[in-house]
């Protein structure tokens, strides 16, 4: 709730409590204020037009406000099982107005129509509100304002980058002016390319609006929900499809750059890319719902990035594109989040060698050699490209590198690494049966064997009584836990018990649970990793322990916005999040821990 005596309240504090709103070309984040401060376009990974999440030289800067004069509360909320986003703000005489947030998307014409398209339609629910819009978006990393030019019924906003088209059957000069008006009836907003539209902008509004909810409604009714907690998942579902670029079924691991892991922390890092890890996670949860579809788009993605390795290193990351290069680099002038910079444009991490990327690639496929649902199910010759995947994990398992947290100044035979490569020796074993190629199921297995003892034998830290984060070392990581959940170990085995209680006993602050305990490049880590706090949910639920991983996952669900959305990190402290949002890796850890705990659907039916 926020007050003001009179006229407009200055932007509500920055804060990761946001609706997010897209249709898988583009993305928006909304503040509880109805305010957009995050849209890069014309794509995730582009310029950020709306860039108020992160600062600069005027708060009102890079935003889209849709104000009503004496604000007293607002309240967010999405149209059930959509992704359409209604935020009411109300005045302190009991005026109210509705703001509907939508980005187009629902089948035309034999395909998904996903024009990057944002739509803001404004409406009085009592009374007679005043209100005032603001729309000033910038260019080049805020360093470039738009030269305006206007018609009776449009805005455009035009860059050196691009130019944008403001359709609107409001007053265009009192959008031009920011002069507050009375709301006496509804009006629409269209932002996006420089075209005219086909229709009227009231019959488009309300015509997409319309298909949209249509759209997200039925895909939702197609999901396969568990039981119990089914909003957490219908909600966890559609953020992990929002972070889906359809063009060419990349993946995102977040929407945002730079979001610190915890406060001025310098761990500041660009998540607009596909990480290959992230991206097997996202699709096996989908997959865990029924949802295949997203599964088929990444599986031409993922085919393309490793037709062009041409059997050698595969980078851990890539552009949504398939950009190979995406040097880092930092954005002056504008100071991050709350002031906490700075902020990196690119990832370096696409320069790393993390071996466990040919185990993500392998489980990110198997699902299509065994499911007859698909539309194009994976055959011998996928299994031919895959086997070079496996003859590079083959080749690297015990090397040292980077490791899954993408560490930039040491590089050890990390157990994780580790782990998937021995994971795509395996998967390729059960594809080649399926396949009827006895000789090669064979081969595969006889490596994932030997894999295996090694990684049995080196990981295990006697003096710790449990697997540790490299081969002969001695620091705790939570990444093990991914031990039971790829299938390596018996969660029952005493070692894998021992582990768990060793991993809870240094890495848990109550119900959340930290990566690992070594200092790192920034020192030792000071938030909770959400999805290792996921990984010990699994893991407590494997070996029985059930009504501690109900009580630990009923805390992450407490963790989550308003709008029932985490980013990477949540302060053990004060509960608050922390990290790059919305983070796909922690809305894949609601929806597992979701179907790995739910009762099942015939106690009730």
């Known amino acids: 709730m926020t007050t003001a005596s009179h006229g407009f309240a200055p932007p509500a504090a920055p804060s990761l409590s946001l609706g997010v709103i897209g249709n898988c070309a583009f993305s928006a984040l909304i503040d509880p204020h109805g305010r957009v401060v995050w849209s890069c376009l014309p794509r995730f990974d582009g310029d950020p037009v709306f860039h108020a999440l992160l600062g600069g030289d005027n708060a009102e800067q890079g935003s889209w406000a849709i104000e009503i004069e004496g604000l007293a509360r607002s309240s967010q909320r999405y149209e059930p099982n959509t992704a359409v986003l209604i935020t009411e703000l109300w005045d302190q005489q009991g005026n109210g107005l509705a703001i509907t947030d939508f980005a187009p998307r629902f089948p035309s014409r034999g395909r998904y129509y996903r024009p990057t398209l944002m739509v803001r339609r404004v409406r009085p629910i009592q009374g007679t509100p005043r209100i005032r819009v603001h729309l000033s978006p910038r260019f080049d990393w805020g360093a470039q304002a738009p030269v305006i030019t206007s018609g009776s019924n449009h805005i455009r906003y035009v860059s050196e980058q691009q130019t944008l088209r403001l359709q609107t059957d409001a007053s265009v000069a009192h959008v031009l002016s920011r002069q507050p008006f009375l709301l006496t009836r509804e009006h629409n907003f269209l932002l996006g390319p420089d075209e005219t539209l086909e229709g009227g902008v009231g019959d488009t509004a309300r015509h997409f609006e319309q298909e949209t909810l249509a759209y997200w409604r039925g895909w939702t009714q197609r999901l396969a929900l568990p039981l119990e907690w089914q909003d957490a998942v219908i909600r966890a579902a559609i953020t992990l499809k929002l972070s889906m670029f359809e063009d060419t079924g990349a993946i995102v691991a977040a929407m945002t750059t730079s979001i610190p892991e915890a406060p001025d922390s310098q761990r500041n890092w660009d998540y607009r890319y596909c990480w290959l890890r992230d991206a097997f996670f996202v699709v096996r949860a989908l997959n865990s719902l029924a949802e295949v579809g997203t599964m088929e788009d990444y599986l031409g993605w993922l085919t393309n990035a490793v037709v062009g390795s041409n059997g050698g ?41 993390q071996h466990d990327v040919y185990g993500n690639i392998v489980l990110g496929a198997a699902q299509a050699f065994h499911d007859r649902r698909l539309l194009h199910p994976a055959g011998l010759p996928e299994f031919k490209r895959l086997e070079a995947v496996g003859e590079k994990a083959v080749r690297i398992f015990d090397q040292p590198d980077a490791g899954m947290w993408e560490l930039r100044t040491r590089a050890r035979v990390h157990t994780s690494s580790a782990l998937m490569c021995w994971a795509a020796c395996d998967r390729l074993a059960k594809i080649a049966l399926t396949l009827q190629q006895a000789e090669r199921a064979s081969y595969w297995q006889q490596h994932a064997r030997a894999m295996r003892e090694r990684i049995l034998r080196e990981s295990w830290s006697e003096e ?53 305990e070594a200092a790192d490049d920034f020192g030792k880590p000071e938030t909770a990793f959400n999805i290792c706090t996921f990984w010990r949910i699994d893991a407590l639920a494997r070996i029985g322990r059930v009504d501690e991983a109900r009580a630990i996952f009923e805390t992450m669900l407490k963790a989550r916005n308003p709008l029932g959305m985490l980013s990477e990190d949540t302060h053990a402290t004060t509960g608050e999040m922390w990290g790059n949002y919305p983070q796909t890796y922690s809305m894949v850890g609601i929806i597992n821990a979701a179907v790995r705990l739910s009762a099942a659907w015939d106690t009730v039916i």
Do not use: W
Not at 490 to 515: S, V, W
């Open 464 to 516: 710790r009584q449990a697997f540790a984060e490299s081969f002969g070392g001695r620091d705790l990581d939570a990444s093990v836990l991914l031990m039971a959940e790829v299938g390596f170990i018996d969660p029952m085995d005493p070692r894998f018990i021992a582990t768990l209680d060793a991993l809870e006993k240094h890495l848990c602050d109550g119900p959340y649970m930290r990566r690992y």
């Open 313 to 353: 290193h595969v980078q851990p990351l890539f552009g949504i594109g398939l950009e190979r290069d995406l040097p880092e680099s930092i954005c002056e002038r504008l100071p991050g989040y709350r002031g906490m910079g700075p902020v990196r444009v690119g990832n370096q991490a696409y320069e790393h060698f």
